[in-house]
């Protein structure tokens, strides 16, 4: 067996005993609800540090103290993923807690969804920037971390997040798909570049998962974005399903995932299981779109 590949199964087989990201360090944005909730939880499980971050204060806040409560570690680090200021502070109050950096996952972001011959500007743009815009920085931010050779190589990833708009388009989501597309260039690109650390990275890419985001726009979810508040959800979805002969008849497996489900494609990505896993894009859709 090489060196190598006795690493791996040695940190495999040490994972199982003690979690499959024990003592390692995960930044996840997003993470006050959803899935990104989701996954805080789930990284926590499997013994990672978890850096909380959301824009909103008390719900960032509350995940990292339900992952207290349960014997985990974590801190909560509020903020607009946007702002220019934000991959410096969360870089470092990672480092100034924890002293590492082993994983990022890039999961903050809403739709603004129109029609391409309607949408203004600021709706395009604004999602570039959280979605394209906001993970380069980060990533990039956090080069001194990942960046690194040395003898033992610990487990790094970068986890960004994609969907089937991105994929394939969408109705009303130019700006979402083209967005979302953007994203599997970036974390190619990373994979490349970054590579020769032994840094991983690789995209998720979801299909129809039950958050605020899918739910039915007519229950009135709402993000505030330059004080200006935008409509999240889909028009119509609980007529489309309760008029459906069989409710998400265009997925394969019959329903939409949960957050947790998702959530568990990330850790997937992020633990030594897919240690030969990069520059990938995993398709989480229940077979949607194949």
Do not use: C
Not at 259 to 273: K, T
């Amino acid at each position: 067996m090489s060196d190598r590949l006795a690493q791996v199964s040695g940190h495999i087989s040490n994972a199982y005993g003690r979690g499959l990201l024990a003592g390692e360090v995960a930044i996840i944005t997003g993470a006050g609800q959803g899935i990104g909730r989701s996954a805080a939880l789930l990284f926590a499980k499997e013994g990672a540090k978890v850096v909380v971050s959301d824009i909103d204060a008390n719900k960032a806040a509350a995940v990292a103290d339900e992952i207290k409560a349960a014997g985990g570690s974590a801190i909560p680090v509020a903020g607009d993923v946007g702002a220019d200021d934000f991959p410096k502070t969360i870089v470092d109050a990672t480092a100034k807690e924890y002293g590492k950096i082993n994983h990022i996952v890039n999961n903050a972001g809403f739709t603004y969804d129109k029609m391409l011959h309607t949408m203004p500007d600021e709706a395009y743009d604004v999602i570039m920037k959280i979605h394209v815009r906001a993970p380069f920085r980060l990533v990039r931010a956090a080069a001194p971390y990942f960046r690194t050779k040395t003898q033992n190589p610990e487990n790094h990833t970068i986890i960004n997040v994609s969907s089937t708009s991105g994929l394939h388009g969408n109705v009303g989501q130019a700006n979402y798909a083209a967005a979302k597309a953007a994203v599997v260039g970036l974390t190619k690109t990373i994979a490349k570049e970054w590579g020769p650390f032994g840094v991983r990275a690789n995209v998720v890419a979801f299909g129809h998962v039950h958050t605020r985001l899918t739910a039915a726009k007519e229950d009135g979810a709402t993000i505030e974005i330059d004080g200006k508040k935008v409509a999240l959800g889909i028009p119509g979805a609980n007529q489309k399903t309760a008029q459906s002969v069989t409710a998400n008849d265009d997925i394969p497996l019959r329903r939409g995932a949960t957050p947790d489900e998702a959530a568990a494609a990330m850790l997937f990505l992020a633990s030594p299981l897919s240690s030969y896993v990069s520059g990938h894009t995993l398709e989480v859709t229940g077979g949607r779109g194949i």
